[in-house]
């Protein structure tokens, strides 16, 4: 315990406990920020780290060594030359070229492989590195993590069936600290605040309802949009990708009854005009649902204003919501002057094969969107902060087209299940499907049955 207790105090000096306000990857709010990285510069504490990890498991029982992505790789290296035991690496993102592999280096199907975490939260990114490696017929046994956060994610990972083991707990690095007189008045209330377990709560409950999330939107069209989902048992939204105003209203008409929102790409739509708006304003007022505009601006705040308000579609006079990027950081968002009665959807991660945000963007887009008052809500292919409804488009019913013209799909359990969507967006399995009413009839039903199944 000594020697552990040493070894934390000497990273402690590194800097790697924070104070203050964070957004956390999955967009949740915390007083505290954990960081190892700064261990990685320090091939003395690297050592000492791995001796250490090395006395919570026999090196006989695994043959190969995992570190979650990135932080904990240069960790699980050390360790490998300490033990003498090979090293695998995981990849964050397919690279989407050459050999497509998630998981680089020797390895054979049937090996023992040891994983290894820095920080455990809710044991998401971990879970991740869990089923690619399994996917590669390797055998998880183990799992280490340097500091878990006590937030529910060791529980979350034994709940899985795996071992795994922690070599500090937050409350125990607390009282290490205390007792050294490390920390401020303030802080050591930060940190017995966090532990209460009032912030667990939120990253451990599996997801909340409609009517909790209602709550928590301020936006009236955030909340216009959950009213109309719980009385039409609808978290369906059409995508009207086609490029003619005759048949998206012929659609609309069709399976208006089955939807809470239709997105439209105006600027691809040939035969423009207001008539056209007019008629789809109509239909969306009688069979209530709302008409969104994806137009994912992406400029500084002058342009997006002027593309939002003028040119020829004017889609600040007609849409109910609008997708905006944040790739030009909060400003570009602040100050589009739109009333009231229209929403924002941010794009924090796209469905894309081969997207280019990494973890700190989307973190970094998270952040903004909870901070602008105007956002509902965003696209991610993750959970998000329970103050944003979460858009998840990529959409199939089909497992042939997990990957179709550089779009991924998805069921809608997986949407609803495992990354806690609120709302699913779905386009060319109903637009081109032999009977949109049908199909639609399938993917309202297969949502609304998925939402109920995801508590
Ligand atoms: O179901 P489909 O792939 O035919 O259509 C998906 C729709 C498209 O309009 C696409 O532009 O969802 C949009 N989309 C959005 C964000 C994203 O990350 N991926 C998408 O496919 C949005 N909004």
């Given at each position: 315990m000594k020697d552990k207790e040493q070894f934390f105090l000497k990273i402690y000096n590194l800097g790697i406990l924070k104070f203050g306000h964070f957004t956390l990857k999955s967009g949740m709010n915390s007083p505290i920020y954990i960081d190892l990285r700064p261990i990685a510069s320090r091939p003395d504490l690297l050592i000492k780290l791995s001796d250490l990890l090395l006395n919570e498991v026999p090196p006989h029982t695994f043959e190969l060594i995992c570190g979650v992505p990135y932080a904990a790789l240069p960790i699980a290296t050390a360790l490998s030359l300490r033990s003498n035991i090979p090293l695998i690496i995981k990849r964050k993102e397919n690279k989407g070229y050459g050999t497509k592999k998630m998981i680089e280096g020797i390895y054979k199907k049937g090996q023992k492989c040891l994983i290894i975490e820095d920080v455990i939260t809710s044991g998401d990114s971990l879970l991740k590195t869990v089923i690619d490696l399994e996917k590669e017929g390797l055998i998880i046994k183990n799992i280490l993590s340097i500091l878990d956060r006590e937030q529910g994610g060791i529980e979350n990972i034994k709940n899985k069936g795996f071992k795994i083991r922690s070599l500090f707990r937050i409350g125990e690095v607390l009282k290490i600290l205390e007792k050294k007189n490390l920390l401020k008045e303030k802080e050591i209330h930060i940190i017995k605040f966090f532990l209460q377990k009032k912030y667990i709560k939120n990253i451990q409950k599996k997801r909340i309802s409609y009517e909790e999330k209602k709550e928590k939107i301020y936006h009236p069209i955030g909340k216009k949009l959950i009213e109309i989902a719980l009385k039409k048992k609808t978290n369906l939204i059409f995508s009207a990708d086609l490029i003619y105003s005759k048949k998206i209203l012929e659609l609309v008409n069709l399976i208006g009854d089955k939807i809470c929102g239709l997105k439209l790409h105006v600027d691809i739509i040939s035969d423009f005009s207001f008539s056209f708006i007019n008629f789809l304003k109509k239909i969306s007022l009688k069979k209530k649902f709302l008409l969104f505009e994806?137009?994912?601006?992406?400029?500084?705040g002058t342009t997006n204003y002027l593309q939002l308000h003028h040119g020829?579609?004017?889609?600040s006079s007609w849409a109910d919501v609008i997708t905006v990027h944040v790739l030009a950081g909060s400003k570009s968002i602040e100050n589009l002057n739109i009333p009231s009665n229209i929403g924002l959807i941010t794009i924090s991660e796209m469905s894309s094969y081969g997207r280019l945000s990494d973890d700190n963007y989307i973190r970094k887009a998270l952040n903004i969107s909870l901070k602008n008052s105007k956002v509902i809500g965003t696209v991610a292919q993750r959970k998000v902060d329970n103050r944003l409804l979460l858009f998840t488009p990529g959409i199939h019913f089909s497992d042939s087209i997990k990957n179709y013209k550089g779009n991924s799909y998805i069921h809608p359990n997986q949407a609803f299940i495992k990354k806690n969507c609120d709302f699913i967006i779905v386009g060319k399995a109903i637009y081109q499907s032999d009977n949109p009413k049908i199909v639609a009839e399938n993917y309202r039903k297969a949502g609304w049955i998925a939402y109920e199944n995801s508590f």
């Open positions: 994806d137009r994912k601006f992406c400029d500084v020829i579609h004017k889609i």
